[in-house]
């Protein structure tokens, strides 16, 4: 019982909704979850009150999202009330701060609670335990990737420009797929050995 009640703590976090903020250009609040920020779009869930709907903001409209894990993210309408004038990027821009994402979390990103996790649960009973581990190393792998801000190289890249973030988000789900299969790997080993040890005991 306490080990099932173990395995659902650690994965309620991808079952809650992330309660973010967003503040338009009008100064109107949303009480929201983000799921989705591209070229021209934010997209999110309604939490207060919740909908299960999904809806979609122009970032023309935006000013600010305050993120629930305390990242905050400034649009082009914040900084043109600020005087700074905002720079048309092109193409090579967007693929050039993608790939210093990719490299900045590839450097800074070492997470092993996946496969910590996949690791425990592969072990934790001899007969469910590798399907367990498989659905608790995908669900932790699917958690959308929330970096610390004490742990970005550069927090004001991360929340001004998407490209950045889309980059150091795609390798962060890359190393926790990688982690996952270990801890799997792992698991698997070990209830090996086990079954090993004790067929090898069974045959004395």
Do not use: C
Request: glycine letters at 8%.
């Amino acid at each position: 019982m306490l080990r099932s009640v173990f395995y659902f703590a650690l994965i309620l976090p991808a079952l809650l909704p992330a309660q973010d903020l967003i503040l338009t250009a009008e100064e109107e609040e949303i009480i929201a979850e983000v799921i989705a920020l591209d070229e021209t779009h934010l997209y999110y869930r309604l939490l207060n009150p919740a909908r299960p709907d999904t809806l979609s903001i122009p970032k023309a409209g935006l000013q600010q999202v305050y993120y629930a894990d305390g990242l905050r993210q400034y649009f082009s309408v914040a900084a043109s009330r600020a005087g700074e004038p905002e720079r048309v990027r092109t193409t090579a821009d967007h693929i050039a701060l993608y790939e210093q994402g990719v490299s900045d979390a590839r450097t800074h990103y070492d997470n092993k609670a996946v496969m910590w996790g996949t690791l425990g649960a592969s072990i934790s009973a001899p007969a469910t335990g590798i399907p367990l581990g498989l659905v608790t190393g995908a669900t932790l792998v699917l958690v959308p990737p929330r970096p610390k801000l004490e742990t970005l190289p550069d927090p004001d890249l991360y929340m001004s420009q998407e490209a950045y973030a889309m980059g150091y988000h795609d390798q962060i789900r890359r190393r926790k797929g990688q982690r996952a299969l270990m801890g799997l790997g792992m698991g698997i080993g070990l209830q090996a050995a086990f079954f090993g040890a004790l067929i090898a005991l069974l045959s004395l």
